[in-house]
């Protein structure tokens, strides 16, 4: 298995101008592996968001760097790194007006000419991901007809319309009930087999993420990282 991702002395936190520096964790040198479903956990407050954030570029780390196939993720053009990497973050989407085929579409920007338009190899993909969920039924109903759990399925297939090699997830689970926790994790870790693409989600559910994930990331209230499979790392750190 091919790493996809490893940071290097890595310390993750806050810092304005004229505020103190707010660092959650330091000194991680974390590695991930392709084809995998990798599960984060930690209390409130651990900085699970900050390190799924910082992973994906959207925070600068206070220290050390992010690299995403040995390149620096901070380095990296926009596009170029959405190619490779897509984040799809905790909280609800306003944007009712669009339909699941329509939203999913969006995750081809990355490959799109400067008008916007999309191919029919754009569309292929659209419909591949789409059939990849099991959304068929659902591809032309607006966003604001759906259940959390559907709409849940739509954003995930908008990342995976990028074709990243991983996929980051802040809490996707947190506004479903417990069959459609199951059912997500599920498909994920059939997704990840199936493509060799990875997945790294934050959730407070162990019991999900000890049945469900490949590798389990454990982030405790102080500050302390723990990696391993889920046999051996269990409920020692949790």
């Avoid at 259940?147 to 319309?161: F, H, T, V, W």
Wanted: glycine share 8%; aromatic share 6%.
């Amino acid at each position: 298995m091919s790493c996809i991702l490893d940071t290097q002395r890595l310390d993750i936190g806050y810092q304005s101008h004229g505020v103190p520096e707010n660092c959650v964790a330091k000194n991680m040198n974390l590695r991930l592996s392709s084809g995998h479903l990798v599960c984060l956990l930690g209390p409130n407050g651990a900085g699970k968001s900050t390190l799924i954030r910082t992973l994906g570029g959207l925070q600068k780390p206070l220290r050390g760097s992010v690299n995403l196939f040995s390149q620096c993720v901070a380095s990296m053009d926009s596009r170029d790194r959405a190619k490779q990497l897509s984040v799809v973050l905790t909280g609800q989407i306003q944007i009712d007006y669009l339909s699941v085929r329509e939203l999913i579409a969006l995750g081809r920007y990355p490959y799109t000419n400067w008008l916007g338009n999309l191919s029919h190899l754009d569309w292929l993909v659209v419909d591949q991901t789409i059939g990849l969920l099991g959304l068929e039924k659902l591809q032309n109903r607006m966003l604001d007809d759906l259940s959390d759990g559907e709409r849940q399925k739509a954003l995930i297939g908008r990342a995976l319309a990028q074709e990243p090699a991983l996929v980051l997830l802040d809490e996707p689970t947190a506004f479903l009930d417990l069959p459609r926790k199951i059912e997500l994790l599920s498909n994920l870790r059939r997704i990840a087999m199936q493509t060799d693409r990875s997945f790294l989600l934050s959730t407070h559910d162990l019991e999900l993420a000890l049945n469900h994930a490949d590798v389990l990331w454990i982030l405790d209230a102080d500050g302390q990282f723990y990696a391993g499979i889920p046999e051996k790392i269990g409920r020692a750190h949790v």
